[in-house]
């Protein structure tokens, strides 16, 4: 049987047989501005609200987004003053600094607080450090051995500017356990935003691209509605 870390995001767990692969690594990867940054924060708060499950944030590129994030109703700043939430800016050299250090600061903090549930937004940052493509492909790995031995559940956030570009990307440069694509796309005036797994290792999964939508609640899928465009 594998285990599966419940994601809680409407209609998603059902598209992947429950969840996450326990000890996973799993790539979000898409546009600006096609909720990538949403989907992540959603299954952090939802590990911790509904599966009692303390969650680390990481981003290289961003201030704190409490305030937004409060607008779908995501106290955050109560988190973690709780200590079910941790929010880390970190620049990409010091990530890659923590490959060498074998974990560092960050492997104390998910030790000490028992995190469950990561987040790195965005490992494009990250992989603008490596300009040859096995350099590349080892440091991605070195950082997923990491992952795993923090017995953490991750999603890792991928900013791709052309679309054809982002599946070649995120399927070359990073041995994930899972590659969903996300779609914020404009045709006669309107944007229809959809999602798509791409890549699910060890799980079957729809072979289509899906209306998706934001709502005050966070991302909701309707698996019947296929995306035209």
């Not at 809680?8 to 992947?16: A, M, P, T, W």
């Not at 409060?70 to 600094?97: A, H, N, T």
């Not at 990250?126 to 991605?140: H, I, P, R, V």
């Not at 998706?212 to 966070?218: F, H, K, P, S």
Request: hydrophobic share 40%; aromatic share 8%.
């Amino acid at each position: 049987m594998i285990k599966r870390v419940p994601t809680g995001i409407d209609q998603f767990d059902d598209l992947i047989k429950g969840g996450f692969k326990k000890n996973s690594v799993n790539l979000v990867a898409g546009k600006a501005g096609t909720g990538k940054t949403i989907m992540a924060m959603q299954y952090l708060i939802n590990g911790v609200k509904k599966f009692n499950e303390n969650a680390l944030y990481i981003t290289f590129e961003e201030k704190k987004t409490y305030k937004d994030m409060m607008e779908l109703g995501w106290d955050l700043k109560r988190l973690e003053g709780d200590g079910k939430f941790i929010y880390m800016e970190y620049s990409p050299e010091q990530v890659k600094k923590v490959l060498v250090e074998g974990g560092g600061i960050i492997e104390t903090i998910i030790e000490k607080n028992n995190i469950k549930r990561l987040v790195i937004d965005s490992i494009t940052s990250f992989s603008l450090l490596y300009q040859d493509e096995l350099t590349k492909k080892e440091a991605s790995l070195a950082l997923f051995e990491l992952i795993d031995k923090w017995n953490c559940t991750a999603i890792l956030t991928s900013q791709d500017q052309n679309p054809d570009e982002t599946i070649i990307s995120a399927a070359i440069e990073f041995e994930v356990d899972s590659i969903i694509l996300l779609y914020h796309v404009k045709q006669k005036g309107i944007r229809t935003r959809a999602i798509e797994i791409l890549k699910m290792r060890g799980t079957d999964h729809p072979d289509k691209t899906m209306v998706m939508d934001i709502t005050n609640n966070g991302i909701k899928i309707f698996p019947d509605k296929i995306a035209e465009f």
